[in-house]
Nanobody, 125 residues
Framework: QVQLVESGGGLVQAGGSLRLSCAAS????????MGWFRQAPGKEREFVGA????????YYADSVKGRFTISRDNAKNTMYLQMNRLKPEDTAVYYC??????????????????WGQGTQVTVSS
């Protein structure tokens, strides 16, 4: 089992920045990749981005590319989501997730085995 805990959400004005953290514990050695997803009210959960844990390669949804950056600290078993130039449409609950299998489409929710509880990000206009 892998436990994931997100932090860093909050209220920010449009154009501002926030950094989310996702701390992993438990059987973290089995993690192939970690991802961020978000769910806005009345909408389906969507892929934001992901990072391959060992190599550090990153992938992003087109809607956040160039504004959001994913990084990780192996020693702390923590993944980060730096969000810049935030827009009101970025308002959502942000979830981190861990994927064990080294195959499958990294942007698909069903590929992830473990999920955090989510953290609210609200961007005011």
């Amino acid at each position: 089992q892998v436990q994931l805990v997100e932090s860093g959400g909050g209220l920010v004005q449009a154009g501002g920045s926030l950094r989310l953290s996702c701390a992993a514990s438990g059987r973290t050695f089995s993690t192939y990749a970690m991802g961020w997803f978000r769910q806005a009210p009345g909408k389906e959960r969507e892929f934001v981005g992901a990072i391959i844990w060992s190599g550090g390669s990153t992938y992003y949804a087109d809607s956040v590319k160039g504004r959001f950056t994913i990084s990780r600290d192996n020693a702390k078993n923590t993944m980060y989501l730096q969000m810049n130039r935030l827009k009101p449409e970025d308002t959502a609950v942000y979830y981190c997730a861990a994927k064990s299998r080294p195959f499958g489409y990294i942007a698909t929710m069903g590929e992830y085995d473990y999920w955090g509880q989510g953290t609210q990000v609200t961007v005011s206009s």
